[in-house]
C-alpha cells in the first residue's frame, strides 16, 4: 500500500467510527470501532510515523502513577504521556521522554501538540467509549494505563501482539497485511520522491520519529538507490545534449597532429613492429576505483 492509500483508509475508519457512535451509542463494539480508528490514526496520517514502542507504552491522562518504563531512574518521570492542556479549545500534547534515540539525544524528549482532529478523536475515545471497553474486560476504571488495549483490556506490552493486531484490522479494511513498521518507509519512500506532496520538513518529521534524515537512506528510503542511479541516467541526457552542443559550436580542427605521444613517436604501419605499443594503448586494464 502506498500513502495515500493508507491515508484514505485511515480516514475512512475514523469517519464511520464517530458515525457509528453517534446512530448506536456507545457499545462494546462501537467503541472497539472507535479505539481501532484511533489507534490507526497514531500509527499513520496525522503524524510522522511514531516509534511503536512509544506507541504502546503511551499512558493516558487519567494515570497518575509514577513512570512505567523498566529503566526510568528519573524521580520526576512521568512516562510516555498524552496529557489534555485545555479542554477548550481542546488542546492535547503527546511527551516521549523515553524513545530510541533518547540517550544519544541527551535525554532530548519529543514533545509536540496533537493536530485537532486526532485530538478530538482521541478525547471521544478517552471518554465513555474506553470506559467500556475497561467494563467489558472486567478491569473497571483506569486499571490499564496504557491509550490503547488489546482484545483483552490490556496494553500491547509486546511489540508481535500490536503487530498481529494491526495486521487483522488493516485486512479488515480492505488492505494488505503489512507490518506496522512499514509505515515508516511508506512515509519515507513518499517524502523522498520526486513527486513528494507538500508536507512536513524532513528533520522535523525524522525527529517525531525518533532518528534523523540520514538515517531515512539506510534504513527506510527503499527507492533511495534506485532513485539516484535513474536521476543519474536521465541527467546524463541533457549533459550528452551540452557535449554535442559544444561540439558543433567549437568547428574542431581534424588534422592529425604529430606531437609526441605519451613519449612514443609515430610510426608508419611498415616500421610498427619495431616498437612496442604504449602501456595505455595496451590490453592492460587498470583498476582506478
Known amino acids: ?164 493486531y494491526w495486521q487483522k484490522w488493516l485486512v479488515s479494511r480492505g488492505g494488505v497485511p503489512m507490518n506496522p513498521s512499514m509505515c515508516r518507509q511508506v512515509f519515507v519512500d513518499e517524502r523522498q520522491s520526486d513527486s513528494a506532496t507538500a508536507g512536513p520538513s524532513n528533520q522535523g518529521a525524522a525527529m517525531v520519529m525518533g532518528h534523523s534524515v540520514k538515517q531515512w537512506d539506510k534504513w527506510y528510503d527503499m527507492q533511495y538507490h534506485p532513485r539516484l542511479a535513474q536521476n543519474a541516467v536521465d541527467g546524463m541526457q541533457s549533459w550528452r545534449a551540452a557535449m554535442l552542443q559544444s561540439h558543433t559550436l567549437a568547428a574542431p580542427d581534424l588534422t592529425l597532429s604529430t606531437a609526441l605521444h605519451c613519449g612514443h613517436v609515430l610510426v608508419s604501419d611498415y616500421e610498427e613492429s619495431r616498437y612496442q605499443s604504449c602501456c595505455c594503448d595496451s590490453d592492460i586494464d587498470i583498476d582506478l576505483d
Open 1 to 164: 500500500m502506498c500513502a495515500a492509500d493508507l491515508v484514505h483508509t485511515i480516514h475512512g475508519a475514523e469517519q464511520q467510527s464517530q458515525a457509528q457512535m453517534q446512530q448506536q451509542g456507545v457499545t462494546v463494539e462501537t467503541s472497539r470501532d472507535m479505539h481501532d480508528a484511533a489507534l490507526a490514526a497514531m500509527i499513520f496520517s496525522h503524524l510522522p510515523p511514531v516509534r511503536l514502542s512509544c506507541i504502546r507504552s503511551l499512558v493516558g491522562p487519567a494515570y497518575l502513577g509514577p513512570c512505567l518504563h523498566p529503566d526510568c531512574k528519573e524521580p520526576s518521570c512521568e512516562g510516555n504521556r498524552l496529557s489534555i492542556m485545555s479542554e477548550s479549545p481542546l488542546l492535547m500534547r503527546i511527551s516521549l521522554p523515553h524513545h530510541k534515540n533518547a540517550r544519544k539525544w541527551g535525554k532530548a524528549v519529543i514533545e509536540f501538540d496533537v493536530p485537532s482532529d486526532l485530538a478530538q478523536l482521541l478525547h471521544t475515545y478517552l471518554g465513555a467509549p474506553r470506559k467500556a471497553l475497561l467494563e467489558h474486560h472486567l478491569l473497571i476504571g483506569d486499571a490499564c494505563p496504557y491509550v490503547f488495549m488489546d482484545m483483552h483490556g490490556r496494553g500491547f506490552v509486546a511489540a508481535a501482539v500490536l503487530t498481529l
